[in-house]
DNA sequence: CTGAAAGCGCTTACAG
DNA sequence: CTGAAAGCGCTTACAG
């Protein structure tokens, strides 16, 4: 079998191949009846362009990288799945890269990827989304990015988020009007911006609803289930005790529902706990996690068409999305007796 | 800042492009001297070979493909993380291709992945790795692959596995040894050639223990959580309980043991319940769970490279490798009272 | 509205 | 051991 190109369409429909090409590329001053039959040339002869020859005479490679560092998997799993939607819908490539570096060392890395790949842009997951140096590195090297779940927004990028600050506030006020006054609070990891969103949301909802802060409830956890644990371990020793724990992600949270579990203490009826996220653990477990659910596959697929739309245009306008974080009430919180 | 191509290479270094070309493929036939020269321009002007423009004119892509349809994210997670470590290694990039197509639509959608993306190869996992329809395809397209976690061995193929046969009997046995005989079995998805496999370890287990096999203590589920619940729901309900159950994944078996806590059930001494996978849900529950761990990242990583070495030259003969399964036992599994 | 020429950055096949 | 020519399958810039 012959491999079917540009140049055999043009011959087998009888017009130059530049013909050919506006065609596949819809461009303008091309008779209806010459697009017709070069249309129906393509499907005869079942013609699909090559993205390599493409790529290389434009100079791009219709790939997109996506750069992340997630404990999550669910996570993680979710912003590959927004990506990739949003790819395949405009003919792009996803490119992963998991990446745990920092620094400098991050900053190389990143700079080898594209200059082996050939990245036409890069979609920044957390906590990539708000490193200030990887962001002016991209800039300085005119690599378009778009960011996902930032807290920083900038003037002239591209950004789509959830209100995580929103979100922890919502779950704060849920456990206060179950009649908790002291909600234990365990931190994410620094490097992620959500860590210090959430934070805010807990402080302004004790806040308004005449709570004092108090420092010694507050832990700091970095998203992992380990974390969790050893957090765990201080609150629930506390004297007295907290009736309510909220923590910054659901991994945390079940590391607290284990521990909880373990000191014979039951859940909800003689303490509440609280994640973020909606983890497919927080319904795997139980009781099950009251929690807050993000749009993660929405929020990247946005960036990412965003993203691509701007590297075909560069001439779009910032597009800087904030989207909806819902809360989501299950058995892990209860009023309080 | 100019871009740097072979061609100004070439005149920098005062040779030929062709000469700059051997360098870079590391051929024969050129003097210690240039070489040298070259790979010391190379450095200078910081210069990395266009893959794309090779691509071309090689009539590859340096891209292969990985389809899965898993529902559990850490295994996909695991897969992607070994297949990506070949890649890295032998300067290929990974495609994902999350799928959840079956039959002549699965077969059309691959067609149509191959011909977009041009991948140069594809790796196969569960449940792919055994559909008989698709390997035929790909065989006919003379695409090469590599299949994960196979259960079928061919005898011209790449095929890398771990024992999902003996690691069943293990931990069946596990529980035998333990003092249990009345042990449920939780099949997985019907489509997953392990479902067979772990079935089968497990019949094994109770055949060379002495045990009768008890059809009732059958459930029928498909690896998610929620058909773990159901078949749990049976199980738990029957009259004798039996006094142990094997899931055949671990959130099955965690959904085993959600609904046994719910019924007040304490696990272990009231059930002993075991799953497969060693995912992470596994330490993150409690009591943790009994499983088997099987060398994902490995089996996959080994697949793909081997993958890429064929693609690199097709006279390799073909590689069959069986991997190691490891029984880890946490505390949901216990002597018999 | 259409096409001939040159070029993208490499490799292949050949000649010396 | 080295290189000039042609080509991979497209697009760009230009001419008509």
């Given at each position: 079998m012959k491999k079917v190109t540009i140049n055999s369409v043009a011959s087998y429909a009888g017009v130059s191949k530049k013909t050919v090409s506006r065609v596949l590329n819809n461009?303008?001053?091309?008779s209806d009846a010459t697009r017709e039959k070069v249309l129906k040339v393509f499907k005869e002869l079942d013609y699909t362009p090559n993205p390599i020859a493409r790529g290389l005479a434009q100079n791009r490679s219709f790939i997109i990288g996506c750069l992340y560092d997630n404990p999550s998997k669910s996570y993680i799993t979710r912003v590959q799945t927004g990506a990739l939607a949003a790819c395949h819908e405009l003919n792009y490539n996803l490119l992963i890269h998991p990446c745990e570096l920092r620094g400098e060392e991050l900053i190389s890395n990143i700079e080898h990827l594209i200059q082996t790949s050939r990245l036409d842009g890069i979609v920044l997951t957390?906590?990539?989304?708000?490193?200030p140096e990887l962001v002016s590195f991209l800039k300085s090297k005119k690599i378009p990015y778009a960011r996902v779940a930032s807290a920083v927004l900038e003037d002239d990028s591209i950004s789509v988020r959830s209100n995580d600050e929103q979100g922890a506030f919502e779950i704060t006020e849920h456990l206060i009007k179950l009649g908790h006054k002291e909600i234990a609070f365990i931190k994410g990891h620094?490097?992620?911006?959500a860590t210090e969103q959430r934070f805010k949301g807990y402080r302004r909802a004790l806040a308004s609803n005449g709570i004092e802060f108090d420092e010694r409830l507050v832990e700091e956890g970095n998203f992992s289930y380990h974390s969790g644990v050893d957090s765990a371990r201080t609150i629930l020793d506390?004297?007295?005790?907290?009736?309510a724990v909220f923590a910054s992600n659901d991994y945390m949270a079940a590391a607290v529902l284990k521990l909880a579990t373990q000191m014979?203490?039951?859940?909800?009826?003689?303490i509440s706990i609280a994640g973020f996220d909606n983890a497919p653990i927080a319904r795997h477990i139980w009781p099950g996690l009251t929690t807050i659910a993000q749009p993660v596959e929405e929020m990247t697929q946005q960036a990412v068409k965003q993203l691509i739309t701007h590297i075909s245009d560069p001439q779009e306008s910032p597009y800087q999305v904030t989207l909806e974080a819902k809360l989501i009430t299950r058995e892990s919180t209860a009023a309080i007796k």
């Open positions: 461009e303008p001053n091309v957390p906590p990539f989304s708000d490193f620094p490097d992620h911006s506390l004297n007295p005790r907290p009736t014979q203490l039951r859940v909800p009826d003689d």
